[in-house]
């Protein structure tokens, strides 16, 4: 039988450095290439039953896709991704002219601005307190959705250069996985590959933010210029700039081709103190410029 393991925010706050530098790694899209078919197959489709969007579940997917994978969204938390979707919809002309009702999401608004972690336990705790129908429609389709991710995302591999990344991270830096996933999720699929070896903690949603991961884990620990964040997503870069630290963008259709430049070139400029400033920027500046801001269907409107 597999040993449970379980994760606390003790883990993060009591981290013990080995070295004098730390490495923060997301892990959909960053390390797995599982953004795609976690959105499209699992996410994207319960939303349209959930709710009974069938009519418009064209408009549903285009909503979806672009604020989960294709804007500078991608990566964030599933609550207010799921909120942003549906706003998305409901100032379309098409959706507007089908006639379908869209659930009101004011429930789950309040409580992504309650500033909780955003997760199964709290979310659950708060339906107790509330009672709110739609708070417990968001956790019954949340539910749903870890469990067909469960059963249909399995033996996706880590993307290339990689592994071999993570090798040469271990002999220099302490590091964990950061991530807005469920834990359960995350050590199933790095348990899967073998990679937990490589980090001290993997904190998924329930852990907090990824800005409060980086912060408990490094606080007090390591100087603001000898921690990394590696991520795909906008908010990756976020929770690096929210601690001082310096951030490597995974570019988005372009994963391979960017682990190859962290293991040639990149790591090395962070470990010898040559990463921040024009190199840095430069890379964030292509990486920004692969995530807009606008959807593709309100451009010259």
Request: charged share 30%; net charge neutral; hydrophobic share 35%.
């Amino acid at each position: 039988m597999t040993k449970t393991v379980e994760y606390t925010k003790d883990d993060l706050l009591n981290l013990k450095p080995k070295f004098d530098s730390f490495v923060g790694i997301d892990s959909d899209g960053c390390v797995f290439d599982t953004m795609e078919i976690k959105q499209k197959r699992c996410f994207h489709k319960l939303i349209v039953s959930h709710w009974r969007l069938e009519k418009i579940e064209k408009y549903v997917r285009e909503a979806a896709e672009f604020v989960n994978l294709y804007s500078k969204w991608r990566g964030q938390n599933r609550f207010p991704c799921l909120l942003m979707s549906l706003e998305l919809l409901r100032d379309r002309p098409e959706v507007i002219s089908a006639g379908v009702p869209l659930p009101d999401f004011a429930p789950l608004k309040r409580f992504i601005e309650s500033g909780l972690p955003l997760g199964h336990p709290t979310l659950e705790k708060r339906i107790q307190e509330t009672g709110d129908a739609l708070l417990a429609s968001v956790l019954k389709w949340s539910q749903a959705v870890n469990a067909d991710i469960e059963k249909t995302v399995k033996q996706v591999p880590p993307f290339t250069w990689v592994r071999e990344s993570f090798d040469k991270i271990q002999k220099h830096s302490d590091s964990i996985c950061v991530s807005q996933t469920p834990t359960e999720a995350l050590i199933r699929e790095w348990r899967e590959h073998d990679l937990m070896r490589y980090v001290h903690v993997i904190a998924g949603q329930e852990l907090g933010t990824k800005k409060e991961h980086l912060q408990m884990a490094t606080q007090g620990r390591y100087q603001a210029d000898r921690i990394l964040m590696i991520g795909d997503a906008p908010g990756d870069y976020s929770a690096a700039k929210g601690n001082q630290a310096h951030f490597f963008p995974i570019n988005p259709g372009k994963e391979t081709v960017s682990w190859e430049r962290f293991y040639k070139e990149a790591y090395d400029r962070f470990l010898n103190g040559t990463y921040g400033g024009k190199y840095e920027n430069e890379l964030i500046a292509e990486f920004n410029a692969l995530l807009p801001d606008t959807p593709p269907w309100k451009k010259g409107t």
